[in-house]
Each structure stands twice: as structure tokens, then as C-alpha cells.
């Protein structure tokens, strides 16, 4: 499996609210692009994938593969903070008090003046943009709600596209970093 991404969490700017589990650490996403890849199934874990964080203790063990398919790598060398919004449906969820057609229409004129509500594209933190519907899985070892990490839009900075012009998103456990989740959706 390719590595679709890797970042060093120690050099990120996180949110206050970011656990502290999540500020160290090398965040990594390998994902199978064979097409005749068929994973076990086609959630948040499938098999392939493998999302994870890799605790920093252990940085100096990892080797390096060989052989298999590889993208030209980039260097990310900053992330530019922007405000981001949740959508409608995860703001209604999260208890903002505007009433439905007063939240639709500050939406609306959002996308009028051409501002994507979330944001889109790939981004680290912020606002899931959800393509089919909310979906935050739950860990697989003490079911808690996984949080957003990372946003990744097909064809973005990853030569690669998710079904028909899909996003990805990476949730992680708090609790429990060393196995990540990734999924993807498209239209």
C-alpha cells in the first residue's frame, strides 16, 4: 500500500482542544490503489488501509519498505489557519440555536459569495466536509466517538481519486491513536 500521507505531530500548530495524545507522534495513511483491491469490508477499518499514529518512542524502529506503488513525494512546509464552520446538519446536531430556515439561509449566501461551508480540500482539523451524511465511527476498543483529524480530497495533493470525486476523512480515538480510522464517500 502506498503512503498516502505522513505528518509529524509535534510540529503542528493543534487547536487548544486537542488531547494531548494527538500533539506527538507521527500521524501515517497507507491505502491499497489496486483496483482489484477488495477489502474484507468497507468501513472505517477496512483492510485496506491503516491509518494510525505511531508514538514517538518508537520513530526509530521504522524501516523503510520497498518495491510496491509509490507517488512523487511533496513536502508539506505550512498549513494556513482558516475559519471553518460545520455544516448544517452537524450544527443543528451540535445545538446552534437558529431556527432551520435562518441556518439554511446563512449557508446559502455562504456558498453565494463562493465560501465552502466547511471548508474543502485537504485540511488538518476543522470541519469534516461530509459528503453522504455525518459519520464519525466509534474506536474499536472502548467505543468512544473517534474526533476528526484530517480531511483529504480526491485529486488534491494526492494524485488519486476516491470513487466519483470522493473525500476522505481520518477519525482517531483519543485514547487509543495507534489505529486510526479512514474512509471515504463520495456522490
Request: with cysteine; proline share 7%; hydrophobic share 35%.
Amino acid at each position: 500500500m502506498p503512503l498516502f500521507i505522513q505528518i509529524d505531530l509535534t510540529k503542528v500548530d493543534h487547536p487548544d482542544s486537542t488531547p494531548d495524545a494527538l500533539r506527538r507522534g507521527l500521524f501515517q495513511l497507507f491505502y491499497c490503489t489496486d483496483e482489484n483491491c477488495e477489502p474484507d469490508d468497507c468501513g472505517a477499518f477496512a483492510s485496506n488501509m491503516l491509518a494510525r499514529i505511531v508514538p514517538a518512542k518508537f520513530l526509530f524502529e521504522m524501516i523503510a519498505g520497498t518495491g510496491g506503488p509509490r507517488f512523487t513525494a511533496k513536502q508539506i512546509v505550512g498549513w494556513n489557519a482558516r475559519a471553518d464552520l460545520p455544516n448544517a446538519e452537524e450544527a443543528m446536531e451540535l445545538g446552534i440555536r437558529l431556527s432551520g430556515s435562518k441556518l439554511d439561509e446563512f449557508y446559502i449566501k455562504k456558498a453565494e459569495r463562493g465560501s465552502s461551508i466547511p471548508l474543502d480540500g485537504d485540511k488538518l482539523y476543522g470541519w469534516p466536509g461530509w459528503v453522504q451524511g455525518m459519520f464519525y465511527p466509534e474506536c474499536p476498543k472502548c467505543k468512544k466517538k473517534m474526533i476528526y483529524l484530517y480531511q483529504m480530497d480526491s485529486e488534491d495533493h494526492i494524485p488519486f481519486m476516491f470513487g466519483d470525486s470522493g473525500v476522505g476523512h481520518v477519525c482517531v480515538c483519543p485514547d487509543h491513536p495507534e489505529r486510526a480510522s479512514f474512509y471515504w464517500s463520495c456522490c
